[in-house]
């Protein structure tokens, strides 16, 4: 028997990422505006742009890591609970052929493999996909060339967070609905 997970409830919903994130932003624009006065227009809307962007990164890593958990969470409550539902039914399998419970050791994107197994539109397993490649691309240092990850057919691009927390919504509401 798996020992029973323990929780920090420090986990953050995808709303309260998407909150922070737009407080961010507006307090890098008030900052901008007062604290480099005197520099020329093109000198602050370069300012302002870099710090932007490094907000839009460390919440895109943010929301990325609340998806996960959330993912992780959900399986845990369907190893826990033996729900006898399709996917619940592949989490304990998969658990039972690592040899341990879903929310640990298993790979995210092995774990989001099994939405294929419960009709889980392709396109949003793809994003999961790209999403996720792009999320380990932010943790390790973004190092790498983003064509390097792989994260499209088409030209390589980084999600905004906007589609990232849309994506996070859609999948929020299916955890629900399946619980």
């Not at 909150?19 to 900052?31: D, S």
């Not at 490094?54 to 992780?72: G, N, P, Q």
């Not at 539109?121 to 943790?139: C, E, G, M, Q, S």
């Amino acid at each position: 028997m798996f020992k029973k997970l323990k929780l920090s409830n420090e986990h953050l919903a995808f709303s309260d990422v998407a909150r922070l994130f737009e407080e961010r932003k507006e307090a890098l624009q008030l900052y901008c505006a007062r604290f480099f006065f005197g520099c020329s227009e093109n000198e602050m809307r370069e300012h302002l742009a870099h710090h932007l962007q490094e907000a839009e990164y460390d919440a895109s890593l943010t929301l990325l890591a609340a998806i996960e958990a959330a993912f992780r969470l959900d399986f845990d409550h369907r190893y826990e609970m033996k729900l006898k539902d399709q996917w619940s039914k592949k989490v304990r399998q998969m658990a039972k052929d690592v040899g341990t419970r879903p929310h640990r050791d298993i790979p995210i994107i092995q774990l989001i493999h099994l939405l294929e197994m419960v009709f889980v539109p392709k396109h949003i397993i793809t994003l999961l996909i790209k999403y996720f490649k792009y999320r380990n691309w932010l943790a390790h240092g973004r190092y790498l060339c983003l064509e390097d990850l792989e994260l499209g057919k088409n030209k390589p691009s980084k999600p905004p967070f906007l589609d990232i927390y849309q994506l996070a919504k859609t999948i929020e509401k299916s955890f629900t609905h399946n619980r």
